[in-house]
């Protein structure tokens, strides 16, 4: 499968999607969900960021209950960048204009596309690999410099 037409059916499988999963990185497990093309919520242990339709919010999470929000910092249409586990058309990594990277090939596996290897933007070197549940049209795994996230539970209605 070419990059344009996996990137068109991940950008298709996302826009209607309602689900919620538990990424890890090196440091944290973060709750991502995702109602369709425009909402989403991510919570770490004492950060949660919403977005949609009305714009972008942040909460700082009291451990003894409750949320005080605070300036989010982010203009309306940002997304935070784990919420690209479930919605991969979104991830920095197609070449596009403003992206840090994009494809070098794409591996086949046994359902579909398996693995993107990536290179920084203009670059063909090799230096980060996303991987993809081709079933389900999501990412599993995303290694960049400096960034590792792991999708370790996934669930949809």
Same mark, same amino acid.
């Given at each position: 499968?070419?990059?344009?037409?996996?990137?068109?059916?991940?950008?298709?499988?996302?826009?209607?999607?309602?689900?919620?999963?538990? %990424?890890?990185?090196?440091?944290?497990?973060?709750?991502?969900? #995702?109602?369709?093309?425009?909402?989403?919520?991510?919570?770490? @242990?004492?950060?949660?960021?919403?977005?949609?339709?009305?714009?972008?919010?942040?909460?700082?999470?009291? $451990?003894?209950?409750?949320?005080?929000?605070?300036?989010?910092?982010?203009?309306?249409?940002? #997304?935070?960048?784990?919420?690209?586990?479930? *919605? $991969?058309? /979104? /991830? $920095? #990594? @197609?070449? *596009?204009?403003?992206?840090?990277?994009?494809?070098?090939?794409? #591996?086949?596996?046994? &359902?579909? $596309?398996?693995?993107?290897?990536?290179? *920084?933007?203009?670059?063909?070197?090799? %230096?980060?690999?996303?991987? /993809?549940?081709? *079933?389900? @049209?999501?990412?599993?795994?995303?290694?960049?410099?400096?960034?590792? @996230?792991?999708?370790?539970? &996934?669930?949809?209605?």
């Amino acid at each position: 499968m070419d990059v344009d037409a996996l990137l068109t059916s991940l950008a298709e499988a996302a826009a209607g999607r309602v689900a919620s999963a538990l %990424v890890a990185d090196d440091e944290h497990t973060l709750e991502v969900s #995702v109602a369709g093309a425009d909402r989403w919520v991510v919570r770490s @242990w004492n950060r949660e960021w919403t977005g949609g339709p009305d714009g972008v919010r942040c909460w700082h999470l009291i $451990p003894a209950g409750g949320a005080a929000e605070v300036p989010s910092g982010r203009p309306d249409g940002w #997304v935070h960048p784990v919420v690209g586990m479930l *919605r $991969p058309d /979104l /991830l $920095p #990594v @197609w070449g *596009r204009g403003e992206d840090d990277y994009e494809p070098i090939r794409v #591996v086949e596996g046994l &359902f579909g $596309p398996a693995q993107v290897v990536l290179g *920084r933007a203009g670059d063909d070197e090799a %230096v980060g690999t996303l991987h /993809l549940d081709a *079933r389900r @049209w999501l990412c599993t795994a995303l290694e960049l410099p400096g960034q590792s @996230w792991t999708m370790t539970q &996934f669930t949809s209605p």
